[in-house]
């Protein structure tokens, strides 16, 4: 096989401000004709960089190349000018980004958006490009193409999109497919079917495949090679099977570990003690707020005759994919949202929705996902702190005295009540996220999706952190995650739900080994790295006999 | 969202709008010094109790409060606002005469306004940060700051007084005839002044948010998604960029439609033109209340056709009709 | 991404319109110390150009000194944008505030209202109130304010709306938090910025809007402003030019200024959304 791709000691500068000087740094590599070679990284890795320098995608004004050649089919084409690599873009690479939805015009048809990318590289006649569309349109697997080409955007799924992506960057038959994490954006089944679809395409076209991820499942299922980065520079690349079965450079090794294992055994999983979360035929519908009076038709059902209970001392996983109302039964539980049917006890005290809530809320706390929108920028970490507790009626000194308590227990050093949470970072602030929901003595947590913002080498501590506070003060846990490996790291209770139903529950080993619905099922086959997965936990037996 | 149930959704809250400003209008009417019995029968030299009483009746003074709006709800629905205080002729009479003129003005304003300001905000957005962007916004930021009425003062000098290049006064030459061509001819040089001088006010306005916009877009994904098709740079700044930019000047630019009309009242008081704006002024010279709140109802109407125009211009030009709510 | 901040003199336009704001502010402030007594008495001879000694802007027709008149009027043109711009803030930050915060019909009437005051021709809607209810300082105010609260209401409710879903302002309803103490001590702060920098660039608004009410004759005599000395001085203009070209240069000067430190203000604030901040 010859190169198609070769990188020699690249570097990419960037602004002068920046809080290192160059973005990509010495970097040296090839891509092969026909294969599949996945970049893997955690943010700020530098890989989507490096990924828009070979398509020449470089926002110019930030960012550029310092040093260093990268020959595209034995042309260099570092330097090369705006008009001679728009002749390749399209043409010869095609680029599919991480948001389908960010990324298509909203106010075009995808049909329209289809056929320039064709128009943009022929001058052929418009009815043969109408023809090519369609083929296009089938070729990526898109229902009914005749007419979902005369769609927007907007009116189509997520999964929709992003084939529409994959078929402009197909469009005309290019060598080299980039891909910067296409399937992040996505849910799991969706994500199954993507890749899928990339793999059958580069089978059929023979293109090769640069595909940018930080999922070390992804890269299992789908790389022939692998090249590992970290911090601007290539730390590892080789065969995916080598890198991913024996990495050689402990950086490697780490990022594998990190990956929570699907079934695993370690974890000593309890009982349920007495149920004291007891959720009845809960529902919830949206209405279109603008049209009030269409009651049932436009209507969804966010929670449809939910039954949930939670012992003491359990961690339950709810588990969905988006749109499943997960997220709105947590909502429910901790009191941000209010429901239309049925009833949330607690310790045997009904709940009420937003309202009426003061004395048992505080009980109930949560932890939220996104760890740069969950502290007041304009707070001192000491009041982000001790501000709740202190109108729930704790003294000040008191408060300040569990505040440093808990900062140490969340591993962070006492001094950083001083500080405001952008002097943090994003695993930093969640363990403040965490200490201050912790800071009103809850019986319960709510965690919604917290560690999926994260760097997987951040989210395994995190996971960590989490188990080992619920075990040490005996707290119940319901973890809101779509992710089943990481609720398999730590639930002992695995609820599934699909339009905002219950379809799964039961203890985390069987669910997660014999489970009994087909939905639950097809979510397990659709995680990433399923084959790896058997290999992996092979040779973890191997090394515990 | 269907369109219907959107432009539905629009057209009731013009209407609510109107029936807003009637109520506006009713109760500045209320407020005015002295009721409309009083100022006619004062007119009159009439201040006999009895007479005005009569006049009260017959103007319906003497009704309760709802029932006096609803009366002149109706009369607002016949185009009926009543007589002029000093005039003595319908409301609507005098103000249909002076409309033509004022739009004539304020269209002309309006379209070289939408025009300069659209081209020069995105060559100044393509060319962020240079030389050329710097002098634009420049320019933009200048005319903002201008009174309109002091640019007029300062044109008619420079241009009518010193230079003696263009007429400063009216519509027409008085007493010019000749054939409709050299009409024509002499009323687009009477234009040119007042005409500049609001358009260029509005140009900075929508120079800037023009920039603005398209600065945005240029930002988006779907910019680099059509530069890595390869796409031409014309192409690309056509369909992707212009395209999504100028949506949202849309409906800025028919909010605006109101303060330019509004501020005709400046320009046409500047250069005596002949329009709604110079009426608006002389009635309030003349403390003829009826003809001012004709005159405000009359161009918040118009104001709430634009818009809702801009509407419908809106839904077919996106097709997510997601309006700037 | 937090982008730094670069520093605010790093704006040399910024701080050209600060340095010229801070000039009129100190005109205004000492105006009876450099110009002592009556401006609107007579002190020399009518229609003396500009320079002539002693009288740096000339006299008017009737001989009064129009620098005085000038020192004297940005007294009231600022006390005017001042009071405004305090008005409509507060005002508009609270309908902002509610609507945006507790959403559904609230946020409906809230904003059908602030729609009405945002169509509705402003500058005729405030000629009209003056002119009803009786020039003076308390209507001017009043009628300006009444047009200019409702960007600010539009502004805050959709930086409040963005903010309600928040997971701090969560974070904080969890915690068991007041509403008003979420409000108040939550939201509002992050407000702040964007509601300065509108601010600002109101008052530049107000200050075109009150000169063109004065210049249709609408001011109050007892109160001289910029706008009212450009009216008076605009019989004669032909011939003694200097008597509205210079009050409309103060206008001008102190509107580009306050655009000038508007747009600082935003860069500096919100070096995110600069690009964005159009003047809706």
């Excluded at chain 1, 990509?24 to 004709?33: G, P």
């Excluded at chain 1, 003690?273 to 007891?278: K, Q, S, T, Y």
Aim: with cysteine; hydrophobic share 50%; proline share 5%.
């Amino acid at each position: 096989m010859t190169a198609l791709v070769e990188i020699a000691g690249l570097s990419i500068a960037l602004p002068e401000h920046a809080d290192r000087a160059l973005a990509v740094e010495d970097v040296s590599l090839r891509i092969d004709r026909g294969e599949v070679l996945c970049l893997v990284g955690e943010s700020g890795s530098g890989k989507s960089v490096l990924a828009a320098a070979i398509a020449g995608l470089l926002p110019a004004k930030q960012l550029r190349i310092a040093a260093g050649a990268i020959r595209f089919d034995g042309r260099d084409i570092a330097g090369i000018s705006e008009a001679s690599f728009r002749l390749l873009r399209g043409k010869r690479i095609g680029f599919i980004f991480q948001e389908p939805m960010s990324a298509l015009n909203p106010v075009l048809t995808i049909g329209r958006q289809i056929e320039e990318a064709l128009a943009a590289h022929d001058d052929g006649d418009r009815k043969a490009r109408t023809a090519r569309v369609l083929e296009l349109a089938r070729a990526t697997r898109l229902p009914d193409p005749e007419t979902i080409i005369h769609r927007y955007p907007h009116q189509l799924s997520g999964g929709q999109r992003q084939r529409v992506m994959i078929a402009m960057a197909i469009a005309n038959d290019p060598d080299l497919l980039i891909a910067d994490e296409p399937t992040t954006a996505l849910d799991v089944t969706t994500q199954a079917e993507i890749l899928r679809l990339i793999l059958e395409i580069r089978e059929r076209l023979g293109l090769a495949v640069l595909f940018i991820t930080h999922d070390i499942g992804v890269v299992a299922d789908i790389a022939d090679r692998v090249v590992v980065m970290k911090e601007g520079r290539v730390i590892e690349s080789g065969r995916a099977d080598d890198v991913l079965e024996a990495p050689s450079q402990p950086y490697t090794r780490r990022l594998i570990e990190a990956v929570p294992v699907l079934h695993t055994s370690a974890i000593q999983r309890r009982d349920a003690g007495d149920p004291f979360l007891v959720v009845r035929g809960l529902s919830k519908a949206y209405r279109d707020r603008r049209a009030p009076w269409r009651r049932q038709a436009s209507a969804t059902k966010a929670l449809d005759g939910v039954n949930l209970t939670i012992g003491r001392g359990e961690t339950v996983a709810l588990v969905g994919e988006s749109g499943s109302g997960k997220t709105t039964l947590g909502k429910c539980v901790v009191g941000l949202a209010d429901w239309d049917e049925g009833s949330l006890s607690f310790e045997g005290g009904d709940l009420a929705g937003t309202t009426r809530e003061r004395t048992l809320r505080p009980r109930i706390q949560m932890v939220f996902q996104d760890p740069f929108a969950s502290l007041n920028p304009r707070h001192r970490v000491r009041r982000i702190l001790t501000e709740a507790a202190i109108v729930n009626g704790l003294s000040r000194e008191r408060a300040e005295e569990s505040m440093s308590r808990l900062l140490v227990r969340v591993g962070l050093d006492p001094g950083a009540a001083d500080r405001f949470p952008h002097a943090f970072s994003g695993g930093q602030r969640q363990r403040i996220g965490l200490a201050r929901a912790l800071m009103l003595e809850p019986d319960l947590l709510v965690a919604d999706e917290p560690v999926s913002a994260l760097d997987v080498s951040i989210q395994a501590q995190i996971l960590d952190l989490l188990a080992e506070i619920k075990r040490d003060l005996g707290l119940s846990m319901l973890f809101i995650t779509h992710d089943l490996r990481v609720a398999s790291a730590i639930a002992d209770r695995i609820v599934v739900m699909q339009s905002g139903k219950i379809v799964e529950d039961g203890p985390a080993e069987q669910v997660l080994t014999r489970p009994g619905s087909d939905y639950a099922r097809a979510l397990l086959a659709a995680v990433p790295g399923l084959s790896w997965e058997r290999s992996r936990s092979q040779i973890d037996r191997a090394a515990a006999e | 969202m269907d369109r219907l149930g959107f432009l539905t959704g629009r057209a009731a809250r013009a209407v609510l709008i109107l029936f807003g400003v009637i109520v506006l209008n009713f109760v500045l009417l209320r407020l005015a010094p002295g009721d409309a019995a009083s100022v006619l029968a004062g007119d009159q030299g009439a201040a006999d109790p009895a007479f005005v009483a009569e006049l009260r009746h017959d103007l319906g003074l003497d009704r309760s409060v709802p029932e006096q709006l609803w009366i002149y709800t109706k009369s607002l629905a016949r185009l009926d606002f009543g007589q002029s205080y000093r005039d003595q002729r319908p409301v609507v009479d005098i103000i249909a005469e002076r409309l033509p003129a004022t739009l004539l003005l304020t269209l002309t304003a309006f379209c070289f306004a939408l025009g300069t300001g659209i081209a020069l905000g995105s060559i100044a957005a393509r060319h962020a940060g240079s030389l050329l962007d710097t002098v634009l916004t420049g320019i933009s930021v200048m005319f903002f700051a201008m009174p309109l009425f002091w640019t007029g003062l300062m044109a008619i000098l420079l241009f009518s007084v010193w230079l003696n290049w263009l007429p400063s006064y009216g519509m027409q030459t008085v007493g010019e005839g000749g054939s409709d061509l050299s009409l024509v001819g002499d009323v687009a040089v009477h234009l040119i002044l007042p005409a500049l001088t609001l358009g260029l006010f509005y140009m900075a306005i929508y120079m800037r948010v023009t920039r603005a916009s398209v600065l945005d877009v240029l930002d988006r994904d779907f910019v680099r998604t059509a530069r890595a098709k390869g796409l031409k740079p014309g192409l690309i700044w056509r369909q992707h960029v212009l395209r999504n930019a100028l949506l949202p000047i849309i409906t800025f630019a028919s909010l605006q439609a109101g303060q330019l009309i509004g501020g005709s009242i400046l320009i046409e008081t500047v250069f005596a033109w002949p329009g709604v704006g110079r009426l608006a002024f002389d009635a309030l010279m003349q403390r003829d209340y009826n003809l001012l709140l004709a005159i405000f109802f009359i161009t918040s109407t118009i104001v709430v056709v634009i818009n809702l125009a801009a509407d419908f211009l809106y839904v077919a030009a996106d097709p997510r009709i997601e309006m700037g709510a | 991404m937090a982008l730094p901040r670069t520093p605010f003199l790093r704006h040399p336009g910024a701080v050209a319109g600060a340095l010229i704001l801070i000039a009129i502010l100190l005109m205004a402030i000492f105006a009876g110390i450099l110009f002592p007594g009556d401006p609107w008495r007579m002190v020399a001879r009518p229609n003396l150009p500009p320079f002539s000694p002693g009288h740096l802007f000339g006299t008017d027709m009737l001989g009064r000194d129009l620098a005085a008149g000038i020192a004297h009027g940005a007294q009231v043109t600022l006390l005017i944008a001042l009071a405004v711009t305090l008005l409509a803030v507060a005002f508009g930050t609270a309908i902002g505030a509610v609507a945006g915060y507790f959403g559904g019909w609230v946020d409906d009437v809230a904003m059908r209202f602030t729609e009405f005051f945002q169509t509705i021709p402003s500058f005729l809607l405030t000629v009209v109130i003056v002119a009803i209810v009786a020039p003076s300082l308390a209507s001017i105010i009043l009628a300006i304010a009444i047009v200019s609260w409702p960007q600010i209401a539009r502004l805050v409710r959709a930086e409040v709306l963005s903010l309600v879903n928040q997971d701090f302002v969560r974070a904080a309803r969890v915690g068991g938090l007041s509403t008003a103490r979420i409000i108040w001590g939550h939201i509002l702060p992050n407000v702040l910025s964007p509601v300065i920098v509108a601010a600002s660039l109101m008052t530049a608004t107000v200050i075109l809007i009150e000169s063109g009410i004065s210049f249709l004759g609408l001011g109050n005599r007892e109160f001289v402003s910029w706008g009212y000395l450009l009216g008076t001085g605009r019989t004669a203009f032909r011939v003694n030019w200097w008597l509205s070209t210079i009050p409309g240069l103060a206008i001008f000067l102190t509107v580009l200024s306050l655009n000038l430190v508007g747009d600082g203000l935003n860069h500096w604030l919100n070096p995110r959304n600069s690009n964005r901040g159009g003047r809706a």
